[in-house]
């Protein structure tokens, strides 16, 4: 039997694969020997094992998680399943490449001193006003994390992005830049101070310059008297990476019929766990989208109106965000034109965005899950 066999120092060898890997994988219940040894231990593997053992050789090779390993080597012929993990393994190497870019461009930017220089941007008021009144809500009042406790600036090509975020949201705004004099530029401003700047900004019509130098933030209107201030010394979450959700499902409902559904709809008691934000019991509000693309607020007891409840109930997907939260993103959309709910799954981020089709401000809520 043996002599029919590899040991395992020639799979090893034949495969690519080394000894403690093949020792690891076997351990891991992902790929084992076809016979040991009852008398010595040795591991000993079939010929057929031979294309198994190369092929896992190479999905480590490209650092595919074990768990996925396991289901691309377990993957029935003829079925799409392996294909699927590896295309998502690779938009993950890409994104993670596209991060890694960004990363070493601000490097580069801060070996060369650029944050020393100064970058002047010009936006209209109104549309500064309205893109800081669309993220101000989601920014955090944890002393903790005070990384969280202001709004980001990113001057980015031909938009000035504005972002907030606790963790448990975030909100993400918008304003056209009409002129820009300096590098790309990113400023994380403490709460206050973009409140000032807010108020700046609303106070009148026209425009509104931001200038960045150092670590020093002036914002300047026709008619007004200037903002100053100095922005936070921090590094604010790579919100990019986390803005990139997985889509599978969305919803067009009117601003205003969702706002008064949720604040006329049932809802469901939560005690947030550790590390959820603190405050005690919270309410609930429960999104179920239908097979025919219809969003309803429901109150999750299995029941969906109409013939047998649990067999709708199953069709439908069912996710679970803060009320308050919801309506506080709803709020700070503003408008009551359509809206575009993005789903992509009942535990996975929930976009809030426009209709319309504008880039504009839109929120990002992440559900609670329904036991």
Known sequence: MESEMRSIGRLARDSGLTISALRFYDGAGVFGPAWVDPQTGYRWYAPEQLGRARLLCRLRRVGLPLAEIRLVLDAPAGSDTA????????????????DARRELSLVHDLIDLRELSMTKTTVDRAE???ALSAVRFAVS????????????????????????????????????????????CTALLPAALADEIGALAGAGEGELTLTVEGGRVLAEAAGQPPVAGERLDLD?????????????HRA???????????V????????????????GPVSLTVLALGADGELRVVADDGAAGGGDGAAAAEQELR??????????????????GQLLLELGGPISPLAIRSADGAAGSYSVLMPVRLS
């Open 83 to 98: 294909h699927r993990v590896l295309d998502g393994h690779l938009r993950r190497l890409e994104d993670g490449l596209a």
């Open 128 to 130: 500064l006003a309205a």
């Open 141 to 184: 009042a944890d002393p903790g994390l005070p990384v969280l406790g202001g709004i980001l600036f990113d001057l980015d090509g031909e938009a000035l992005r504005l972002v907030a975020t606790d963790r448990y949201r975030m909100a993400v705004g918008q304003a056209a830049v009409r002129r820009v004099d300096g590098e790309r």
């Open 236 to 248: 604010f979450p790579d919100y990019q990476r986390l803005l990139r959700l997985e889509t599978t």
């Open 252 to 262: 067009r409902i009117g601003a205003e019929v969702l706002r008064r559904a949720v």
């Open 264 to 279: 006329e709809g049932p809802t469901r008691p939560y005690v947030p766990e550790q590390g959820e934000p603190a405050g």
């Open 319 to 336: 996710v679970a965000v803060n009320r308050e939260f919801l309506l506080e993103a709803l709020t700070a959309g503003g408008g009551d």
